[in-house]
Structure formats: structure tokens, C-alpha cells
């Protein structure tokens, strides 16, 4: 089975300083990996995405995200961050295997302030 | 381009009625998603089709929970007699393929309040 785990539900950060929202995932076969953000009232926008080829992956927004097979991560970094940047954010993991493919395993979101 | 869209984007529903959530996914999308989210939570998957067939339902949590996507494009997704649990945000996405590695485009959501 897939899961993701978000760690902190919170995070805050001044306007300017980096950004780094954690997500650890479990799955036994090799998984696909996705970072989306939320705005209020809005749908899931995609930021970037893992799928074995390079495991530093740039993203929009300046956002990108390392995969460590080795400690089971896929962090989301952002060098300095801007206002815009607040919102929610989820991690995401999928698998390619099974009847549906492309379901994705979502993490609880991480909510993203950024104060000026 | 027109994304995807959903309606209505909030229900107010009494408990024990029917409701009826459309989703209208990208043109020519081929596969299309339904995924419940709680308040404070993540996204959960509901059910999925490739056009027209319902290949994963295992996602419903009662069979108070139903959805079609009758010509493979429209679905709808109703809820029968509805409960007070059943309050949450539908999400719904669609994608080009059948591939995992595709990205999901997920439209606005249904806020569905039940009281």
C-alpha cells in the first residue's frame, strides 16, 4: 500500500527566507511523486512531479523538490519566499500498477504563511 | 483553454437527501477521478473511469455513493440519502491518458454542506 506523510501541518516563514515543506512516503513498488498547492477556493494545481528520471525536480513558481530513495523523502524547497506563496500545500504519490493507474495518495497539506 | 469545471461549486443539502455533483472534465481527456476532501484533510480517492468505464470504485466509502460517466465525457456523482459525514469538498480530475505518470487537473470542487 502507498501512503504519504506531511510533516508539520504548519509552516511559517518570513517573506524572503527559504521555504522547506517535508513529505516522506511509503510504497513497495517505485513510486511517482507529486507536489500540488491549494489556493482558498480553488482546485489542486500541479508544481512539479517525479517520475524516475532526474531526481532534483524543478517546478513553477521557483519551487523544487529532491527525490532521496534512501530516506524515503521528497521535500519541497523554495529559496526565497514571496507572498504569493501562501497557500496549501499536499504531497502526493502514485504507483504504476493496478487497474488505476494514475490514483493518487495524498498527505494531510501542509498550510504555508508568509509574513511580510 | 477551458479546464476543468464542476457544479455546483456549493450544495446545502438536508440530511437524508439526494444530491447530484456534475463534473465536466478537459476535452478528450481519457481518464477521470473523484476524490472526497474533509476539512484539514487531504484529498481521498472515490472512484475512477477510463471513458465510459467505471474501472475502481473501491474508494466509495457506502453504496449510498454512485457515479457514471455515461459517454465518457460528463460525470456525475450522487450521493442517496445523504449524511451528515458526507460533508466535504468533491474534487474531480481528469487526465489525457491511462498513465500514472500524466498529470491529474483537478477542477474547483463542490463544497457540500449537509445539515
Known amino acids: 500500500a502507498q501512503s504519504v506523510t506531511q510533516l508539520g501541518s504548519h509552516v511559517s516563514v518570513s517573506e524572503g527566507a527559504l521555504v522547506l515543506l517535508r513529505c516522506n512516503y511509503s510504497s513497495s513498488v517505485p513510486p511517482y511523486l507529486f507536489w500540488y498547492v491549494q489556493y482558498p477556493n480553488q482546485g489542486l494545481q500541479l508544481l512539479l512531479k517525479y517520475t524516475s528520471a532526474a531526481t532534483l525536480v524543478k517546478g513553477i513558481n521557483g519551487f523544487e523538490a529532491e527525490f532521496k530513495k534512501s530516506e524515503t523523502s521528497f521535500h519541497l524547497t523554495k529559496p526565497s519566499a514571496h507572498m504569493s506563496d501562501a497557500a496549501e500545500y499536499f504531497c502526493a504519490v502514485s504507483v504504476n500498477r493496478g487497474s488505476t493507474l494514475g490514483r493518487l495518495y495524498f498527505g494531510r497539506g501542509t498550510q504555508l504563511t508568509v509574513w511580510p | 483553454g477551458a479546464g476543468v469545471s464542476q457544479s455546483p461549486r456549493y450544495k446545502v443539502a438536508k440530511r437524508g437527501q439526494d444530491v447530484a455533483l456534475r463534473c465536466d472534465p478537459i476535452s478528450g481527456h481519457v481518464s477521470l477521478f473523484w476524490y472526497q476532501q474533509a476539512l484539514g484533510q487531504g484529498p481521498e480517492f472515490l472512484t475512477y473511469?477510463?471513458?465510459?468505464?467505471?474501472?475502481?470504485k473501491s474508494g466509495l466509502p457506502s453504496d449510498r455513493f454512485f457515479a457514471e460517466r455515461p459517454e465518457g465525457s460528463v460525470s456525475t456523482l450522487k450521493i442517496q440519502r445523504t449524511q451528515q459525514e458526507d460533508s466535504a469538498v468533491y474534487l474531480c480530475a481528469s487526465s489525457p491518458m491511462g498513465q500514472v505518470a500524466y498529470e491529474q487537473y483537478f477542477g474547483p470542487g463542490t463544497r457540500l454542506t449537509v445539515t
Open positions: 473511469f477510463q471513458n465510459e468505464a467505471q474501472l475502481d
